[in-house]
């Protein structure tokens, strides 16, 4: 299959006024479509660092990240975040000041596609996260954790992409929600074919991917294929 | 971006009301400080334009005003000047009816003659007090021509009457060789036109008033054809600019006019100006120490705008930090994703400036409130820009795993 994402010798280094820190050191791995990617580690390995970088949030100090063969520091990387690459996170960063509705066009806005067809689309991403109707013209904050994650899953797999980035999904959830988020990753990646790259270090997540990494001190290696 | 603006200024009530509430609150100070300093402003202008500043030529010790012998050179260089305004000049001569000897003159000569170029030298003496024949009007101080208004009680006991030719023999003061003391020399015969009459002035004023009143320029040319230098006996004017009152001075001094010196001699030679510019200067001097004083916190009144408005936007954008970092995770820019937070402050300022200039409008000037406009566009918007210009350089990663 082809290559979505691949990594050639990857390092990053955190560079502040007084001090260097290598998070990541020759990393050099790939990510296809249809499948779903576990990096597990400790806190603190690196495997967030190397998220960012998958999503074009910066750029590696060496080596090279290409996605579809083009070299990330040559293309758009807001564009890329607009169009190909979405992330959710442990903490769910939805808008707090837009209804889940809202939240969930909002990336299709960005792309200008027109408002009607927006909300039918949001509508449409919605129920496929299995958030109920009535919560949509609620504000994030008056609903449950699992519910938030849903709405981050919707409003990720609205802007359209093919790479789901997703950094500790599960971190604030209980068992219950965090199967069926886990559920709906899977899902994403097998029936819809997205890459979707998970960074966890909860086993059960690790368990459902496909492809397992594992992260220490920033050196990354294979664990499960 | 404009649907997120939007959203924000709908849903965030209360933090914009503060803000609305600031740029109002500094739009309604800054009013009453550029009010005060365009107030000081304009009544430096009018006091310039409602504050008289005499002057008048005096001796050098200054204390003669009249009486004096003022050279047609310091005439001229007035008449000439485009500072002053309103010069009033008189000289003053005595005569007689008809032709007599010299040896006669003190039977024949009774009568009080002035050479006047405006009514009001004449002290007591108002336009509603002299009856010109037809040919003439108040243009008669203005006309060289050998023409006169007489004394209505000596027209009556002379027998004169307007349209009358009337013949007199003048005499007019010089200095004597001893000091301080003058004497009469004939000025010659000479035939006026009478155009006019003036009510008895005599017991009106304190002051001898005059029996004839003829034209100052009339006299000048008797002199002249007379080949007697012409000294005038007072000249006194108004300064047309006082705001110019250096240059003013400057010219007087050009043209021969010394300062007053107190010490000095006395004497009838007019060539010293005195003005009258004390309360002038004072109020002039007070209202402009007044200006430069509110002009100098201007700088200072600029800084803490540009503060009010950094340290408003810094502290707001402190708190929406992960609202940039959400909208750069959704692919905007750094321009982009700190457009909507510097869009929706620049909303809220002109929303407060609005509600800030419907009131001051009711009391203010329209000057000043476009200057305030500008100035806290200007400083407050310049604030708010390097504020959000910071949100824009924050690593995205950092506010991102922070907010974790």
Same mark, same amino acid.
Not at chain 2, 21 to 41: A, P, Q
Not at chain 2, 65 to 82: C, R
């Given at each position: 299959?082809?290559?979505? *994402?691949?990594?050639?010798?990857?390092?990053?280094?955190? =560079?502040?006024?007084?001090?260097?820190?290598?998070?990541?050191?020759?990393?050099?791995?790939?990510?296809?479509?249809?499948?779903?990617?576990?990096?597990?580690?400790?806190?603190?390995?690196?495997?967030?660092?190397?998220?960012?970088?998958?999503a074009?949030?910066?750029?590696?100090?060496?080596?090279?990240?290409?996605?579809?063969?083009?070299d990330?520091?040559?293309?758009?990387?807001d564009?890329?975040?607009?169009?190909?690459?979405?992330?959710?996170?442990?903490?769910?960063?939805?808008?707090p000041?837009?209804?889940?509705?809202?939240?969930?066009?909002?990336?299709? =806005?960005?792309?200008?596609?027109?408002?009607?067809?927006?909300?039918?689309?949001?509508?449409?991403?919605?129920?496929?996260?299995?958030?109920?109707?009535?919560?949509?013209?609620?504000?994030?904050?008056?609903?449950?954790?699992?519910?938030?994650q849903?709405?981050?899953?919707?409003?990720?797999?609205?802007?359209?992409?093919? *790479?789901?980035?997703?950094?500790?999904?599960?971190?604030?959830?209980?068992?219950q929600?965090?199967?069926?988020?886990?559920?709906?990753?899977?899902?994403?990646?097998?029936?819809?074919?997205?890459?979707? *790259?998970?960074?966890?270090?909860?086993?059960?997540?690790?368990?459902?991917?496909?492809?397992?990494?594992?992260?220490?001190?920033?050196?990354?290696?294979?664990?499960?294929? | 971006?404009?649907?997120?603006?939007?959203?924000?200024?709908?849903?965030?009530?209360?933090?914009?009301?503060?803000?609305?509430?600031?740029?109002?609150?500094?739009?309604v100070?800054?009013?009453?400080y550029?009010?005060?300093?365009?107030?000081?402003?304009?009544?430096?202008?009018?006091?310039?334009?409602?504050?008289?500043?005499?002057?008048?030529?005096?001796?050098?010790?200054?204390?003669?005003?009249?009486?004096?012998?003022?050279?047609?050179?310091?005439?001229?260089?007035?008449?000439?000047?485009?500072?002053?305004?309103?010069?009033?000049?008189?000289?003053?001569?005595?005569?007689?009816?008809?032709e007599?000897?010299?040896?006669?003159?003190?039977?024949?000569?009774?009568?009080?003659?002035?050479?006047?170029?405006?009514?009001?030298?004449?002290?007591?003496?108002?336009?509603?007090?002299?009856?010109?024949?037809?040919?003439?009007?108040?243009?008669?101080?203005?006309?060289?021509?050998?023409?006169?208004?007489?004394?209505?009680?000596?027209?009556?006991?002379?027998?004169?009457e307007?349209?009358?030719?009337?013949?007199?023999?003048?005499?007019?003061?010089?200095?004597?060789?001893?000091?301080?003391?003058?004497?009469?020399?004939?000025?010659?015969?000479?035939?006026?036109?009478?155009?006019?009459?003036?009510?008895?002035?005599?017991?009106?004023?304190?002051?001898?008033?005059?029996?004839?009143?003829?034209?100052?320029?009339?006299?000048?040319?008797?002199?002249?054809?007379?080949?007697?230098?012409?000294?005038?006996?007072?000249?006194?004017?108004?300064v047309?600019?006082?705001?110019?009152?250096?240059?003013?001075?400057?010219?007087?001094?050009?043209?021969?006019?010394?300062?007053?010196?107190?010490?000095?001699?006395?004497s009838?030679?007019?060539?010293?100006l005195?003005?009258?510019?004390?309360?002038?200067?004072?109020?002039?001097?007070?209202?402009?120490?007044?200006?430069?004083?509110?002009?100098?916190?201007?700088?200072?009144?600029?800084?803490?705008?540009?503060?009010?408005?950094?340290?408003?936007?810094?502290?707001?954008?402190?708190?929406?930090?992960g609202?940039?970092?959400?909208?750069?995770?959704?692919?905007?820019?750094?321009?982009?994703?700190?457009?909507?937070?510097?869009?929706?402050?620049?909303?809220?300022?002109?929303?407060?400036?609005?509600?800030?200039?419907?009131?001051?409008?009711?009391?203010?000037?329209?000057?000043?409130?476009?200057?305030?406009?500008?100035?806290?566009?200007?400083?407050?918007?310049?604030?708010?820009?390097?504020?959000?210009?910071?949100?824009?350089?924050?690593?995205?990663?950092?506010?991102?795993?922070?907010?974790?």
């Amino acid at each position: 299959m082809e290559k979505m *994402i691949e990594a050639v010798n990857v390092s990053y280094i955190y =560079q502040t006024k007084y001090q260097k820190t290598k998070a990541l050191s020759g990393v050099s791995c790939s990510f296809e479509r249809g499948k779903v990617y576990a990096v597990t580690g400790k806190s603190g390995s690196g495997k967030s660092t190397f998220l960012s970088l998958l999503a074009g949030l910066d750029v590696p100090t060496e080596g090279t990240l290409n996605i579809e063969g083009e070299d990330m520091r040559k293309i758009n990387r807001d564009t890329y975040r607009l169009n190909r690459a979405s992330v959710i996170y442990q903490a769910f960063h939805l808008f707090p000041l837009l209804t889940v509705l809202e939240n969930v066009m909002f990336p299709m =806005q960005l792309q200008h596609v027109p408002a009607k067809q927006a909300k039918a689309r949001a509508q449409e991403y919605l129920k496929k996260v299995d958030l109920p109707e009535s919560l949509y013209k609620k504000m994030p904050g008056m609903i449950s954790g699992g519910e938030q994650q849903r709405v981050a899953i919707a409003r990720a797999i609205a802007s359209g992409g093919e *790479i789901l980035l997703a950094d500790e999904p599960t971190g604030n959830l209980d068992s219950q929600n965090e199967k069926v988020i886990v559920e709906l990753l899977c899902k994403l990646a097998h029936e819809d074919n997205y890459a979707v *790259i998970v960074v966890t270090h909860n086993e059960a997540v690790a368990a459902a991917a496909d492809v397992v990494y594992g992260m220490s001190d920033g050196v990354l290696s294979v664990v499960r294929e | 971006m404009l649907t997120y603006m939007l959203y924000s200024l709908k849903r965030r009530k209360a933090a914009n009301l503060i803000t609305v509430c600031i740029s109002f609150l500094l739009v309604v100070l800054l009013n009453l400080y550029f009010g005060t300093m365009h107030s000081y402003e304009q009544q430096l202008h009018e006091l310039a334009e409602n504050a008289l500043v005499y002057g008048r030529v005096t001796n050098k010790n200054g204390s003669r005003d009249s009486g004096l012998f003022i050279s047609e050179s310091v005439l001229d260089g007035l008449s000439a000047s485009d500072l002053i305004t309103d010069e009033s000049c008189a000289v003053y001569l005595l005569a007689g009816e008809g032709e007599f000897t010299q040896a006669e003159w003190e039977k024949c000569v009774h009568l009080q003659v002035s050479g006047v170029n405006r009514t009001e030298v004449v002290d007591g003496l108002s336009a509603e007090k002299i009856h010109f024949g037809k040919k003439y009007d108040e243009s008669f101080f203005a006309s060289d021509s050998l023409v006169c208004i007489v004394d209505e009680s000596v027209m009556r006991k002379y027998g004169w009457e307007t349209g009358d030719k009337i013949e007199l023999t003048m005499y007019y003061y010089s200095s004597a060789s001893e000091l301080f003391k003058l004497e009469l020399y004939p000025l010659g015969l000479v035939e006026l036109e009478i155009v006019g009459s003036m009510e008895r002035l005599a017991g009106v004023t304190s002051a001898i008033p005059p029996d004839v009143v003829i034209p100052f320029e009339a006299v000048r040319r008797i002199y002249h054809q007379q080949e007697i230098p012409f000294f005038a006996d007072t000249v006194s004017f108004y300064v047309d600019d006082p705001m110019r009152l250096n240059d003013f001075k400057e010219e007087m001094r050009a043209i021969g006019l010394q300062e007053r010196d107190p010490t000095a001699m006395d004497s009838y030679i007019g060539y010293t100006l005195a003005v009258r510019d004390s309360n002038f200067v004072t109020m002039a001097s007070q209202l402009r120490q007044s200006i430069e004083v509110l002009r100098s916190f201007l700088p200072v009144v600029c800084i803490l705008i540009f503060a009010i408005g950094y340290i408003v936007s810094y502290l707001l954008g402190n708190g929406r930090m992960g609202e940039y970092a959400l909208l750069r995770l959704q692919g905007m820019g750094s321009v982009k994703g700190t457009a909507p937070f510097l869009g929706e402050q620049f909303i809220l300022i002109l929303l407060g400036n609005l509600f800030g200039n419907a009131l001051m409008l009711l009391f203010a000037d329209s000057v000043v409130v476009i200057l305030v406009n500008g100035v806290v566009f200007a400083a407050y918007g310049i604030g708010i820009i390097m504020a959000y210009c910071r949100m824009g350089r924050k690593s995205v990663i950092g506010l991102l795993t922070v907010s974790q």
